[in-house]
RNA sequence: GCCGAUGUAGCUCAGGGGUUAGAGCGAACGACUCAUAAUCGUUAGGUCACUGGUUCAAUUCCAGUCAUCGGCACCA
């Protein structure tokens, strides 16, 4: 009954701090996803980790005098702590560098290349002597030979526009060094995407359940689908499974190895809760669903590349959905991509939760977020609407029920028969498992939210109509009545609200005098393998006890004074 | 340049070939006082960017224009 699915989410990129537009675009969107799947009752595999590979981290790392490995050992934990202070449940949450990791990536190339998918080829790299290395397209500079512009990039003129290649500039030069650079030929290894061209084409054209935008996007790109290296110049990476002294220098790029780490992590998840084949429940099951959460610049790896590299692996299941988000933008529509974080005002993961309260963040990040187009992130505006929203409409009706519960009763009290309006009253909330699990089932977020929100309303909308503060000073009895429908209308509320907030749900869960983890901890769990160890982050949602349907609060239950589920925000002055 | 996306009420955004185009917030008026001065009700009348086309019918499909944004192979 229960379905295996599998939470596949984009791999943050360990070269430095997240901000607020990451999280927004895979982050949020897969935890509420995976938490409404578990509450559900199905098998929920949520996996990711750091992408620790690449030439930034490289660079990085020289110019800080720390190995790469060091370099990614800090960012790597540091994102591991903003995804735990965000409430990310991932049952895994890994990174790229370990052993398991390569050993995967190595054996997948392997089996691609003796299934002739992957060929040999020289090319023509830019190398500079004195970086000692050579340089990818976007770390040469030089004369446009189109326009003239001085600074011109190896890939692309940023002034005229024109694509380019590093040999097509004048005066070519390293951007790291500002030396010139040589052009000598090296070999690569190129992943045969012609190859996969129709195969794609039919198994996109026949997703029917795929978002427009995604599905048109896709098939777009295979109207033109070169083959593409998937090995660099490099010394940090995945070191390329064949024999020769040739490809000493060379490693896996890390786009080729980055996806495999959904294969893989899945694999480790397995061996750390001592049942190593359990991988195979969601890689090998043809009933397993297989989502995938990213931001839209990642489309193309999600729908075409990484399927590909499936298709030509030949077991394993494909992806069953990619969700794809859009951009979190700054007032004026800058984009706000980790290359351009710094200095621009899109806080860091870090930073704003130093500050802030991560369910409002969430919140926040699901009602007005880069679901189906890019939004702005305005800070007064986060605050507007946990002010004027969530407190005003969810926060205050729990206070408002507990407070004159607690304060006539100090328990549960018990119902006589209920009216017509009472039913109706439950009946809306009652509905909500459908109505917001329909919409969380397509993942359609922000909608579900909305239904959610709806729900509390409704709520104090029956208050309203009801009046129990004045119905108490003549019948008691009724008064008791129409806070129990209340207690109830908010304890089922507390299960609708947990995919979106899980700190104050669990906070709730427990003021009402529930037993358990509704939504527990998240846990760092060190991991040793032959030469290094690692700490991965993790949690135990088969201990948890919420479920997706109704429950009854029983009359008689005592009840504490209530706290505040969240506080009002004021605006910084300065 | 090529490809694609977006342009809907004051604001942030949904929606979608067909009765009076929606939500939240803001604004106005009223009700209530249990509650984090929160809540509830009513109202606010936006040529759904512009111009053509297809259709019995378009804001919703198509084309063009304007504006904004993104992708365009070794950036992740």
Not at 72 to 87: C, P, S
Not at 168 to 184: H, M, N, Q, V, Y
Not at 333 to 347: L, V
Request: aromatic share 12%.
């Amino acid at each position: 009954m229960s379905k295996n699915i599998l939470v596949a989410v984009a791999w943050p990129y360990a070269s430095g701090a997240r901000h607020l537009g990451h999280v927004a675009g895979f982050g949020v969107p897969s935890d509420v996803f995976a938490r409404y799947q578990r509450l559900v009752g199905n098998n929920v595999l949520m996996v990711s980790g750091t992408d620790d590979h690449g030439t930034p981290i490289t660079v990085r790392a020289e110019r800080e005098g720390k190995t790469p490995r060091e370099v990614t050992d800090f960012y790597n934990a540091e994102i591991r702590n903003n995804l735990r202070d965000l409430g990310l449940s991932y049952d895994l949450f890994t990174r790229t560098s370990t052993e398991n990791h390569y050993q995967i990536t190595q054996a997948f190339f392997t089996r691609l290349q003796e299934k002739g998918y992957i060929f040999a080829k020289e090319m023509i790299g830019t190398y500079s002597e004195a970086d000692k290395r050579f340089l990818p397209d976007r770390y040469v500079e030089g004369t446009c030979p189109h326009c003239g512009y001085t600074k011109a990039r190896g890939d692309q003129c940023d002034n005229c526009g024109k694509q380019l290649d590093p040999v097509d500039l004048i005066e070519p030069r390293s951007t790291l060094s500002g030396a010139t650079p040589i052009f000598k030929p090296t070999t690569h290894f190129f992943l045969n995407l012609p190859a996969f061209v129709e195969r794609l084409r039919e198994w996109i054209s026949s997703q029917e359940h795929w978002r427009p935008n995604v599905k048109r996007f896709s098939l777009g790109l295979l109207e033109e689908v070169p083959a593409r290296a998937i090995t660099r110049d490099l010394t940090w990476g995945v070191p390329i499974p064949v024999e020769g002294d040739e490809f000493d220098g060379k490693r896996i790029y890390v786009w080729f190895d980055a996806v495999i780490g959904y294969l893989s992590a899945a694999v480790e998840w397995a061996t750390k809760v001592g049942r190593p084949e359990a991988w195979r429940e969601w890689w090998l099951n043809p009933e397993a669903r297989h989502y995938y959460f990213m931001g839209k610049d990642n489309i193309v790896f999600h729908s075409v590349i990484w399927p590909a590299m499936l298709i030509g692996h030949g077991e394993l299941e494909l992806p069953y959905e990619v969700v794809s988000s859009e951009f979190l933008t700054l007032a004026g529509g800058e984009k706000i991509s980790s290359s351009r974080a710094e200095g621009n005002s899109i806080p860091f993961v870090g930073e704003f939760l130093a500050q802030y309260d991560p369910d409002p963040l969430r919140y926040f990040l699901v009602i007005a977020g880069p679901e189906t187009s890019d939004t702005e992130w305005s800070l007064s505006e986060f605050i507007r609407r946990n002010n004027e929203e969530l407190v005003a409409t969810w926060g205050n009706l729990v206070n408002r029920v507990l407070s004159i519960t607690h304060k006539n009763f100090g328990h549960v009290p018990t119902p006589q028969a209920l009216t017509a309006e009472d039913e109706a009253a439950l009946a809306t909330v009652r509905n909500a498992f459908e109505t917001v699990g329909k919409e969380l089932e397509q993942a359609h977020f922000k909608a579900a939210l909305i239904a959610t929100m709806a729900a509390a309303r409704s709520v104090n909308e029956y208050l309203a109509s009801q009046e129990p503060w004045k119905v108490l000073k003549t019948d008691r009895e009724r008064g008791g009545t129409i806070l129990y429908v209340a207690l109830q209308a908010i304890n089922n509320l507390r299960t609708l609200f947990t995919p979106f907030l899980p700190f104050t749900s669990q906070k709730l869960h427990e003021l009402l005098g529930n037993e358990g983890y509704l939504a527990g901890p998240l846990l760092f769990e060190e991991r040793q393998e032959s030469q290094h160890s690692h700490e991965v982050l993790t949690c135990e949602p088969s201990t948890w006890v919420g479920r997706w349907e109704w429950s009854d609060l029983p009359a008689g239950r005592e009840l504490a004074a209530p706290t505040v589920l969240f506080k009002k925000l004021e605006l910084p002055t300065e």
